[in-house]
Nanobody, 112 residues
Framework: QVQVVESGGGSVQSGGSLRLSCAAS????????MNWYRQAPGKEREVVAT???????HYVESVEGRFTISSDNAKNTVYLQMNNLEPADPAVYYC??????WGKGTPVTVSS
């Protein structure tokens, strides 16, 4: 299976922005689509954003209008632009599709 490496997490104040990156080691993997997940302490992992092979996107309601998923097939990288971060957003963020393993994730913290 293909490996992914997530990056771009960090600590921001409420209302701030971060851009996460997901780099896949195999060629053309991201062209099949990709999901961004997050897992907060004590909670189950949830899908927050999906980009499909035809570039259609879908978001969980809690991030709709604040997060944007995009992909660069030439770089085999998927991005998650997160704006107006809220206290409910802190978690470890992961990317994955059916062809990849789970990466180590990238942590996001939001201070009020």
């Amino acid at each position: 299976q293909v490996q992914v490496v997530e990056s771009g997490g960090g600590s921001v104040q409420s209302g701030g922005s971060l851009r996460l990156s997901c780099a896949a080691s195999g060629s053309s993997v991201v062209s099949y689509g990709m999901n961004w997940y997050r897992q907060a302490p004590g909670k189950e992992r949830e899908v927050v954003a999906t980009i499909m092979h035809d570039d259609r996107t879908h978001y969980v309601e809690s991030v709709e209008g604040r997060f944007t998923i995009s992909s660069d097939n030439a770089k085999n990288t998927v991005y998650l632009q997160m704006n107006n971060l809220e206290p409910a957003d802190p978690a470890v963020y992961y990317c994955r599709n059916d062809l990849t393993t789970w990466g180590k994730g990238t942590p996001v913290t939001v201070s009020s």
